[in-house]
């Protein structure tokens, strides 16, 4: 057997373990999916898979054991173990330092002492298959979180482990750039003797994992086929996640207000490789009551847009009007009043020692009248007010930068990529404040490569492409657009059901 897990306990010293008692085992070739809710302790278990905990990251309560082909992964010196073992991280920033793309691919071949043209050879196969050849030279730091993602995921493969664990490695990634990181993987599996990947999104991973293992309340069920799982609704909802073929809720046209933005002629300072801006004469608007969604490949400019309407990439050209205010010379503190942002990964902007006064930054910040404590009751957070924010799960701290974009009263929302809402509980959060603001005649600008979650929530469909806004309109329209038929990705699963 390549892994066998007996009785393996983790946990982070409260009174219930994360996951209790976990068996588990791999053999040769398998290919296995992990899916749980956000919190659900996935990551964690993967990184004790990985070896990771406890050999680099000690945990209060660790229990049981993890065996790599008969070894203890505990006892293995760290060189054997990361030979032998492929792991990328849900956080790619967690494996990146500032080098360039070639660098990071080759470092784990020079680790182990190969020949320079060995070395040369596999990283341009590697960046040929996952298509990051038009990366070459470019630091890391400078890439999309896209971007970064699949180099990570390269360096992973370099030099093609046993096993290879992967933790939730389609965050970020656009339909195409998913679609390469499943070829890469199947193409992988042949190199390697086995594969696990934690993740929400099961139907990304079909093509690559043949069995399914949930887990939930602290429990790993015995591995089944993913296969005829995919239809069963019961029991992904029993887990505490949508189903991942589960109908689309029915469409409400908007009742839209006055415009609270728009963005004039755009053209941004920061430029492409051969000179061109990342943003060229770029038009976008939001009015009251809208869900804008703004979908692009990774690196089209998505991120881009979104700093310059924020204030933190200065523009070349064109104006930011906010509530009919060229606000185009603000600071971008006096922005912050009228734009809440909510990023991927909250840690970016928590800077207080307590929730409560996260919220009550917030709060000082517009017109938001609720008290902190009704607010943190709302998006799940009642009795954590005294807590550091760095001490919540990465699933809280999202639940708090929708608490603290609520409070804030704040006209418009920036939202990018919310993970939180690939579960019941965190999709329920989400709409909860998707109503709450454009039912009190403010707007959400929402970025994400989830195509299935816009479909479901947005009004509005914004696609970004070659520097300009390539289609702006109601999100079906946009499935069928030239622009959305450009980019060669997917339909959303309702509207493939529809075309079949």
Known sequence: MLLNVDKLTLGFGTAEPLVQDADLALGEGQRLLICGATGSGKSTLAMALAGIIPQILPIPQYSGRVSLAGENVTALPHAALFSRLGYVAQSAEDQLWDLSVEDIIAFPLENRALPRAQIRERVRALMTQLQLTALAGRRVLTLSGGERRMVVLAAALASQPTLVVLDEPTTGLDPAARARLCDALVEAAAHVSGMIVTEQDASALAPVCSDLALLSGGKLAAPRALGPALDDAALWTGAGLLPP??????RTPPATGPELLAVAGLRTRLTRADGAPVLENAELSLKAGEVLAVIGRNGAGKTTLMKSILGLAPAAAGRIVLGGTDATGWTIARRARHIAYVPQSMRQILFHMSVA???????????????????????????????????????QQGQLGLACADASGAAIAIVDEPLLARDLHGRALLETFLSRMTGSGRAVMLISHDLDLVDDVATRLAIVADGHIQQDGPVPEGWHSPAFAALGWPLPRAHQRTAA
């Open 245 to 250: 073929r589960r109908p689309t809720p029915a």
């Open 357 to 395: 006064e996260e919220i009550d930054f917030a709060r000082s910040m517009g017109a938001g009248d609720e008290d902190t404590a009704t607010v943190l009751a709302r998006y799940g957070l009642a009795g954590h007010e005294e807590t550091n924010p760095f001490a919540l799960s990465a699933r």
